[in-house]
C-alpha cells in the first residue's frame, strides 16, 4: 500500500499502452458511435493519442504531473468533438492533483488524482450518472477504487477491480437511453447500443492496471 | 463509397487551400490550427463574428466568411468540432478590439470548445459573447437530451448578425442580433440517403431504397423516425407542419424561407419544394418576404432537404437585404 504506484515510467507505460489499445480497437469505436453518434470517435481518439506520442511522450517528463499535463494538452489541440475537451479536462485535473509529487504516487494518491479527474470530466461535461456517458464507466471505476483502497488491497487487484467495473459499467451502458451529447437525439433508439465514451473510458481504466500491473506479473 | 479525394487525412486542409486559390479576394487561411478569416483581418474597432465546427457541412462556416459575414471560420475534422487552440488563435487573429462573437451550433462538443476557447481568449483580455444556435425542431424532449441541435438557422443568423457587425453595432448588440434571429428561427430536416465520412470510408447509416429518415441531424445521426418514401409535397407538408406549429408561426407574420439542400440534392428538386413552401405560406396567411434555395448547410453528399423559417421584423429584412460578399452569399455589392 506505501510503495510506489505510478511514477514517470509507469505514466508513460500507461499512455503508451492506452495509445495502442485505442488505436486496435478504433474501428470498434467508431462503429459503436455510428450506432447513436457522429461515427468518429474512434478516429478521433486514435489521432489524439498519436499526438499524445508524438507531443507528450516523445518529451521528457521528470514528473507524473508535467507528462500528465502534456497529454491533456495533446488532446485538447487534437480530438475535437466533446471527446477532446473531455479527456484533456481529465488529464489536466490529473497533472494538477499530482503537481509537486515528484517522487511517484501511492496507490491512494492515484485515486485521489483520478478522482480528480474524473469530477472533472462531470464539471465539463455536466452530465449525471446514467445519462449514458464517459461517467457511468468511470464512476463505477471510482467506486471499486474506493472500496479497494478501503480494504487495505494490493496495487494490482485494486486497479484490476477498478478496470473491471469500468468494463460492467460499459457494458450496462446498454440498457439506457441517453440524456446528453449527440446520442440523446435519438430517444428511445439510443437504447440498445453501448456507449462508445464509457468503452474508451474502461479502456483508459484496462490500460492502467495493465501498465501498472501486467496480468501474470507482480 | 466513391470519394473525390487523395488522402484521407488530406481533406480538411486540402479543401481549404482550394477555397484560398478560389478567393483570394475575400479570404485568408492558416493551416495548423486550420482557419479561414476575412482578408485584411483584423478590422479595427469593429465587432468580429467567429464561427467554426466540423467540416463536411459546406459552405458553411468557411463559404460564409468576408464582408457583412463572418470573420473568421474554424473547420474542425469531417463532423468533428474545432479544438479550442484553433479557435483561440482564429478569435485573436480577428479581434479588433470591440469584441468577438461565438456563433455555437448546439453540440456538446461544440459547446465544450468554444467554452474553452472563450476562457482562453477572456484570459488574455478580448471580450467573448458567445451566442448557441439551437433551432432543430426535430428534436423534442429538451429536458432529456442535449438541447435542439442547431441547424438552418445558423446561416441566418451569420448573415444578419455579420450585417449588424459591418454596420458598426456594439458587442451585445451583434450578440442581440444572433439571439433574436435565433428566438424567431426554426427548422427541420430529413433525409433520403446516408452521407459517408472520408475517414470511416462507409456509409453512417443504411436507408433502404423505399424509406426516408424525418428529423435528421446535419452528422448523419439518425433522425425522429423512418417511415417508407413520399412524393416532395407530402415530405414538405411534414417537415412545415412541425416547424410553423413549434414557433408558432400565425397568419399575417412576416417570414424568410430557407429551402436548403443536404448536398446530395440537385436544385431541381429544392425547387419543387419551395414551390410547395409558398403555396403552404400562403393558404396559412404567412407572407413570403424573402426566401433562400440552395446547399447552404450541408451533410456530405447526402440525399435531403431541410426547411427553416424565420419570422421576419423591420430590423431583420433590413440586415438580411444588406450588402454581403462571401464565396457562398453574395449581393448587394
Given at each position: 500500500?506505501?510503495?510506489v504506484?505510478?511514477?514517470?515510467?509507469?505514466?508513460?507505460?500507461?499512455?503508451?499502452?492506452?495509445g495502442?489499445?485505442?488505436?486496435?480497437?478504433?474501428?470498434?469505436?467508431?462503429?459503436?458511435?455510428?450506432?447513436i453518434?457522429?461515427?468518429?470517435?474512434?478516429?478521433n481518439?486514435?489521432?489524439?493519442?498519436?499526438?499524445?506520442r508524438?507531443?507528450?511522450?516523445?518529451q521528457d517528463?521528470?514528473d507524473?504531473?508535467?507528462?500528465?499535463?502534456?497529454?491533456?494538452?495533446a488532446?485538447i489541440?487534437?480530438v475535437?468533438?466533446?471527446?477532446?475537451?473531455?479527456y484533456g479536462?481529465?488529464?489536466l485535473?490529473?497533472?494538477?492533483?499530482t503537481a509537486?509529487r515528484?517522487?511517484?504516487?501511492?496507490l491512494?494518491d492515484?485515486?485521489?488524482?483520478?478522482?480528480?479527474?474524473?469530477?472533472?470530466v462531470?464539471?465539463?461535461?455536466?452530465?449525471?450518472?446514467?445519462?449514458?456517458?464517459?461517467?457511468?464507466?468511470?464512476?463505477?471505476?471510482?467506486?471499486a477504487?474506493?472500496?479497494a483502497?478501503?480494504?487495505g488491497?494490493?496495487t494490482?487487484?485494486?486497479?484490476?477491480?477498478?478496470?473491471?467495473?469500468?468494463?460492467?459499467?460499459?457494458?450496462?451502458?446498454?440498457?439506457?437511453?441517453?440524456?446528453k451529447?449527440r446520442?440523446?437525439?435519438?430517444?428511445?433508439?439510443?437504447?440498445?447500443?453501448?456507449?462508445?465514451?464509457?468503452?474508451?473510458?474502461?479502456?483508459?481504466l484496462?490500460?492502467?492496471?495493465?501498465?501498472?500491473?501486467?496480468e501474470?506479473?507482480? | 463509397?466513391k470519394?473525390?479525394?487523395?488522402?484521407?487525412?488530406?481533406?480538411?486542409?486540402?479543401?481549404?487551400r482550394g477555397?484560398?486559390?478560389?478567393?483570394p479576394?475575400l479570404?485568408e487561411i492558416?493551416l495548423g490550427?486550420?482557419?479561414?478569416?476575412?482578408r485584411?483581418?483584423?478590422a479595427?474597432?469593429r465587432?468580429?463574428?467567429?464561427?467554426?465546427?466540423?467540416?463536411?457541412?459546406?459552405?458553411?462556416?468557411?463559404?460564409f466568411?468576408?464582408?457583412?459575414?463572418l470573420a473568421?471560420?474554424?473547420?474542425?475534422?469531417v463532423?468533428?468540432?474545432?479544438t479550442?487552440?484553433?479557435?483561440?488563435?482564429?478569435?485573436?487573429r480577428?479581434?479588433?478590439g470591440?469584441?468577438?462573437v461565438h456563433?455555437?451550433?448546439?453540440?456538446?462538443g461544440?459547446?465544450?470548445?468554444?467554452?474553452?476557447?472563450?476562457?482562453l481568449?477572456?484570459?488574455?483580455?478580448?471580450e467573448?459573447?458567445?451566442?448557441?444556435?439551437?433551432?432543430?425542431?426535430?428534436?423534442?424532449?429538451?429536458?432529456?437530451?442535449?438541447g435542439?441541435?442547431?441547424?438552418?438557422t445558423?446561416?441566418?443568423?451569420?448573415?444578419?448578425a455579420?450585417?449588424?457587425?459591418?454596420?458598426?453595432?456594439?458587442?451585445?448588440?451583434?450578440?442581440?442580433?444572433?439571439?433574436?434571429?435565433?428566438?424567431?428561427?426554426?427548422s427541420?430536416?430529413?433525409?433520403?440517403t446516408?452521407?459517408?465520412?472520408?475517414?470511416?470510408?462507409?456509409?453512417?447509416?443504411?436507408?433502404?431504397?423505399?424509406?426516408?429518415?424525418?428529423?435528421?441531424?446535419?452528422?448523419?445521426?439518425p433522425?425522429r423516425?423512418?417511415?417508407?418514401?413520399e412524393p416532395?409535397?407530402r415530405?414538405?407538408?411534414?417537415l412545415?407542419d412541425?416547424?410553423l406549429?413549434?414557433?408558432?408561426?400565425?397568419?399575417?407574420?412576416?417570414?424568410?424561407?430557407?429551402?436548403?439542400?443536404?448536398?446530395g440534392?440537385p436544385l431541381?428538386e429544392?425547387?419543387?419544394?419551395?414551390?410547395?413552401v409558398a403555396?403552404?405560406?400562403?393558404?396559412?396567411?404567412?407572407?413570403?418576404?424573402?426566401?433562400?434555395v440552395?446547399?447552404?448547410?450541408?451533410?456530405?453528399?447526402?440525399?435531403g432537404?431541410?426547411?427553416?423559417?424565420?419570422?421576419?421584423?423591420?430590423?431583420?429584412?433590413r440586415?438580411?437585404d444588406?450588402p454581403?460578399?462571401?464565396?457562398a452569399?453574395?449581393?448587394?455589392?
Open positions: 500500500m506505501g510503495g504506484t505510478l511514477d514517470a515510467a509507469t505514466a508513460r507505460r500507461w499512455l503508451e499502452l492506452l495502442d489499445e485505442l488505436s486496435a480497437r478504433a474501428e470498434e469505436l467508431t462503429r459503436l458511435d455510428a450506432a453518434g457522429d461515427a468518429d470517435h474512434g478516429t481518439m486514435a489521432r489524439g493519442f498519436r499526438a499524445v508524438e507531443k507528450a511522450l516523445a517528463h521528470p507524473v504531473s508535467g507528462l500528465l499535463k502534456a497529454t491533456g494538452m488532446l489541440g487534437t475535437g468533438g466533446a471527446a477532446g475537451p473531455l479536462t481529465l488529464f485535473r490529473m497533472s494538477q492533483a509537486g515528484d517522487g511517484g504516487l501511492a491512494a492515484v485515486r485521489d488524482a483520478l478522482r480528480a479527474g474524473v469530477q472533472g462531470a464539471d465539463r461535461g455536466k452530465a449525471q450518472p446514467g445519462d449514458k456517458t464517459m461517467l457511468d464507466a468511470l464512476l463505477p471505476a471510482m467506486e477504487l474506493d472500496a483502497v478501503e480494504a488491497a494490493a494490482d487487484g485494486a486497479l484490476r477491480d477498478a478496470a473491471d467495473a469500468a468494463q460492467r459499467g460499459a457494458e450496462a451502458t446498454v440498457p439506457l437511453r441517453a440524456r451529447g446520442a440523446s437525439y435519438l430517444g428511445e433508439r439510443s437504447i440498445g447500443h453501448q456507449d462508445p465514451g464509457a468503452t474508451s473510458s474502461a479502456i483508459l484496462r490500460s492502467l492496471a495493465e501498465a501498472i500491473a501486467p501474470g506479473g507482480d | 463509397m470519394k473525390l479525394i487523395n488522402q484521407v487525412d488530406d481533406v480538411v486542409a486540402e479543401a481549404l477555397m484560398a486559390a478560389a478567393h479576394d479570404i492558416n490550427p486550420d482557419y479561414v478569416v476575412r485584411g483581418a483584423p479595427p474597432g465587432v468580429a463574428l467567429v464561427s467554426g465546427g466540423g467540416s463536411g457541412h459546406e459552405p458553411m462556416h468557411g463559404g466568411v468576408g464582408l457583412g459575414m473568421g471560420a474554424c473547420p474542425g475534422a463532423f468533428t468540432s474545432p479550442p487552440d484553433q479557435i483561440y488563435d482564429c478569435t485573436k480577428v479581434s479588433g470591440a469584441g468577438v456563433i455555437v451550433k448546439n453540440y456538446t461544440d459547446v465544450l470548445n468554444f467554452e474553452m476557447a472563450a476562457e481568449a477572456q484570459a488574455d483580455g478580448i467573448v459573447q458567445a451566442v448557441v444556435i439551437d433551432d432543430d425542431v426535430a428534436v423534442q424532449d429538451s429536458l432529456y437530451t442535449a435542439r441541435r442547431g441547424v438552418g445558423t446561416v441566418l443568423a451569420e448573415k444578419i455579420g450585417a449588424r457587425a459591418e454596420e458598426g453595432g456594439t458587442l451585445s448588440e451583434v450578440a442581440d442580433a444572433v439571439r433574436k434571429v435565433n428566438e424567431n428561427g426554426r427541420m430536416g430529413m433525409a433520403l446516408s452521407c459517408t465520412v472520408p475517414a470511416a470510408g462507409k456509409p453512417t447509416f443504411e436507408l433502404g431504397d423505399d424509406e426516408m429518415e424525418i428529423g435528421i441531424g446535419i452528422h448523419g445521426e433522425g423516425e423512418r417511415m417508407a418514401l416532395a409535397d415530405i414538405v407538408d411534414r412545415l412541425a416547424v406549429g413549434d414557433l408558432p408561426f400565425s397568419g399575417g407574420d412576416r417570414v424568410l424561407a430557407f429551402v436548403n439542400g443536404m448536398g440534392t431541381i429544392l425547387y419543387i419544394a419551395m414551390r410547395r403555396e403552404v405560406l400562403s393558404e396559412r396567411g404567412l407572407r413570403l418576404e424573402r426566401s433562400l440552395g446547399s447552404y448547410i450541408t451533410s456530405l453528399e447526402m440525399a432537404l431541410s426547411i427553416t423559417m424565420l419570422r421576419l421584423d423591420d430590423e431583420l429584412l440586415l438580411w444588406a454581403v460578399h462571401t464565396a452569399l453574395r449581393w448587394g455589392v
